[in-house]
């Protein structure tokens, strides 16, 4: 592998996004995942996606958290509406 810290940003994007597609922003069923409000399973799902892109590159992954995450400008507007109705 010749550049590492490139493939490392790679595959972290891309897991984010597969994260991120698999959980609602919020949710009001009890119980269930979302990324606002089960912070810990969802780092816990993000390490082990990471964790599975790069072991192949021999890469071990100690800790994986979202620090921030940002919405189309459609997509906050309509979250917007939601939270003000």
Do not use: F, W
Request: charged share 25%; proline share 2%; net charge neutral.
């Amino acid at each position: 592998m010749e550049n590492y810290y490139q493939y490392i940003k790679i595959q972290c994007e891309s897991a984010m996004r597969t994260c991120a597609a698999l959980y609602p922003y919020e949710t009001s069923d009890e119980g269930a995942l979302s990324l606002r409000g089960s912070p810990a399973e969802i780092a816990q799902s993000l390490k082990s996606s990471v964790t599975d892109r790069v072991k192949k590159a021999g890469i071990e992954v100690i800790e994986a958290k979202i620090s921030h995450l940002a919405y189309a400008t459609e997509i906050a507007a309509a979250m917007l509406r939601k939270q003000q109705a």
